[in-house]
């Protein structure tokens, strides 16, 4: 599986952008997420979809401001990223695993990364 992320840029705080990532095949059967990782720290999972529910996790720094969609027909989730703020400034990764356990990003089996896509938040 391949996947290329996409969409990223630089914005002023409080500012918006769409992020894209598009699979080489279908994903339906596989868990997906977002991840990021900022300048000097770990990288930290965004937002997950396990597919033993569907049901959408978000880590608490980006609740009610990201919002996570996947479109299973087009093999394409994206991530809308709203009232941005500088500390959102990271390289944004997809990924899609075997598993993912529900209510996490924590996942298991095999794993497959996009190349990351840069988010800038600055005045």
């Known amino acids: 599986v391949q996947l290329q992320a996409s969409g990223g840029g630089s914005v002023q705080p409080g500012g918006s952008l769409r992020l894209s990532c598009t699979f080489s095949?279908?994903?339906?059967?596989?868990?997906v997420g977002w991840f990021r990782q900022a300048p000097g720290k770990e990288r930290e999972g965004v937002s997950c979809?396990?597919?033993?529910?569907?049901?959408?996790y978000y880590a608490d720094f980006v609740k009610g401001r990201f919002t996570m969609s996947l479109d299973d027909n087009k093999n394409t989730m994206y991530l809308e990223l709203d009232t941005l703020k500088p500390e959102d400034t990271a390289v944004y990764y997809c990924?899609?695993?075997?598993?993912?356990?529900?209510?996490?990003?924590?996942?298991?089996?095999?794993?497959?990364w996009g190349k990351g896509t840069l988010v800038t938040v600055s005045s």
């Open positions: 979809v396990s597919r033993s529910d569907g049901s959408t």
């Open positions: 095949e279908f994903m339906g059967y596989y868990g």
């Open positions: 990924a899609s695993f075997d598993t993912i356990v529900l209510g996490t990003c924590t996942y298991y089996g095999r794993e497959y």
